[in-house]
């Protein structure tokens, strides 16, 4: 394998627990299909003999447990069978979550500790097959009928919205392999920048808000709380990222840790989990099908990522150019705004780093082709623990008119006036 092909149709016929690695190519989706015995793709079941088309350029495995035979229309980067796969570590760690949820559902909802499923966060570099494993994991659960909520926390490559957010999302289906993460209503907090040194202390707060969030609806709800979460985390995982590690566990209050890929990450959240006897630090291998994407492509995929948010996955939406007055809106930029010159303090005053401090920012060109996002905060005091509704994308300022053009989701009025700006830019392409 290995080799780029010219479109034509193939079979492959693929041995027991073992699977088929695809790259689709650069410019044309691929059209696969299930001809017989049982497969999957990341944890989601194919239905037989139905197409599914991929999109250029994603990557994915079809897995099967007891044999199975595929049939491909199209070109692939690259596409071979590997008989060599950690799944079955990864269905064990399933196995033992499903008990646990049915231990929590069991136990009266009075009791809050035991009624609490399991909450697991997948950790490891990046490109270690975080998400991935996050996504077998949820659709497994939802396929044995436990609705679990997915937090995703990576800034950089997120699944559930735009890249500089963290989001939380209920799975109540196996994840469509095609789709991905459904959209509807997920929570978003806005971070606004793509890696996490950027502002700390902001991104810490919005993991709090979304922690605590989650808390109350679980507070409310004893099926969602039995079935746990899935937290995908970021691939920083050294200095400041690890310290960022160590703080969403404890603000989740994760019970299980899967360490993918690194012995020496593994070895420091094993030493750390000593002191906490609710916590388990389970080391899984990495599956040899993950793909690495260098700087570039993930930078890439950020754009991408963006451009699905307005117009779908196959051009499948149509989002609504709007014009707004700039006395319309309400732009706001957490942090980083410009400090007080040290001439302009008393003698032997720092100049204070605020990185929570809220401030109204002037519209003009510099938010050409920004990304912002829209808040549900009804007072600019709000806007820090606020979650938002979306995005919109500016496409011009007219300076002289005082006109602000937009690309939004849909036509209408925005939600709210108020929109945070951070640094996260898109060129429509
Ligand atoms: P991380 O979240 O750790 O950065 P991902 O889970 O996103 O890593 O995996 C990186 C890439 O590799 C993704 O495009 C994913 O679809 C792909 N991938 C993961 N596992 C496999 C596999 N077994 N076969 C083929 N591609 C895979």
Redesign the pocket.
């Known amino acids: 394998g290995g080799s780029s092909s010219a479109s034509s149709v193939k079979q492959v016929k693929l041995e027991r627990e073992s ?1 088929l ?3 689709v190519g650069n410019e044309t989706p691929l059209k696969l299909r299930l001809l017989n015995g049982s497969a999957e793709i ?1 944890g989601s079941e194919l239905a037989p003999e139905t197409w599914l088309t991929f999109p250029p350029r ?4 079809v ?1 099967t447990w007891y044999g199975a035979t595929i049939e491909m229309d199209g070109a692939t980067e690259t596409d071979y069978t ?1 008989d060599e ?1 950690p799944m079955i570590s990864y269905v064990n760690v399933n196995a033992v979550l499903d008990a646990r949820r049915k231990r929590a559902k069991a136990s009266s909802p009075n009791d809050s500790e035991a009624s609490k499923g399991p909450r697991v966060i997948v950790v ?10 996050s ?1 077998m994991l949820l659709s497994w659960a939802a396929k044995q009928g436990w609705k679990p909520t997915f937090v995703d926390l ?1 800034i950089g ?1 997120g699944s559930i919205t735009v890249p500089g957010s963290i989001a939380a999302t209920p799975i109540e289906l196996p994840i469509d392999p095609v789709e991905g993460i459904p959209l509807e209503m997920p929570l978003v907090y806005f971070y606004g920048h793509t890696t996490p040194s950027n502002n700390v202390d902001l991104y810490k707060t919005i993991v709090n808000e979304l922690a605590q969030m989650l808390e109350t609806q679980f507070s409310r709800n004893a099926e969602s709380r039995a079935a746990g979460m899935v937290i ?1 985390s970021m ?1 920083w995982i050294e200095g400041t990222g690890y310290e960022l590690l160590l703080h969403a566990i404890d603000t989740f209050k994760a019970s299980v840790i899967l360490v ?1 890929g690194q012995e020496k990450l593994f070895s420091m959240l094993k030493a750390v989990a000593k002191n906490k006897p609710n916590v388990d630090v389970v080391k899984l291998q990495k ?7 260098n700087a570039k492509f993930r930078q890439k995929a950020r754009g991408y990522r963006i451009r699905e948010y307005f117009y779908g996955l196959t051009n499948d939406l149509s989002p609504h150019s709007n014009i707004a007055n700039f006395s319309d809106l309400l732009v706001y930029r957490i942090g980083g705004g410009p400090q007080a010159p040290r001439s302009a303090l008393p003698i032997g005053a720092d100049p204070v780093a605020s990185p929570l401090r809220v401030t109204p920012v002037n519209i003009d060109r510099d938010l050409l082709h920004m990304v912002l996002a829209v808040s549900y905060a009804k007072e600019p005091d709000q806007i820090l623990s606020s979650n938002v509704a979306g995005f919109i994308y500016i496409t011009d300022i007219d300076i002289q008119r005082k006109k602000i053009t937009y690309l939004a989701p849909s036509a209408g009025e925005l939600p709210s006036k108020y929109l945070i700006v951070g640094t996260l830019t898109w060129l429509e392409t």
């Open positions: 699977e690695r695809i790259e990341f994603v990557k994915f495995a897995f590997a796969t490891g570099p990046t490109d270690s097959g975080k998400s991935t494993l996504r990576d490559q995908n691939g993918l599956s040899g099908g993950v793909v690495s994407r």
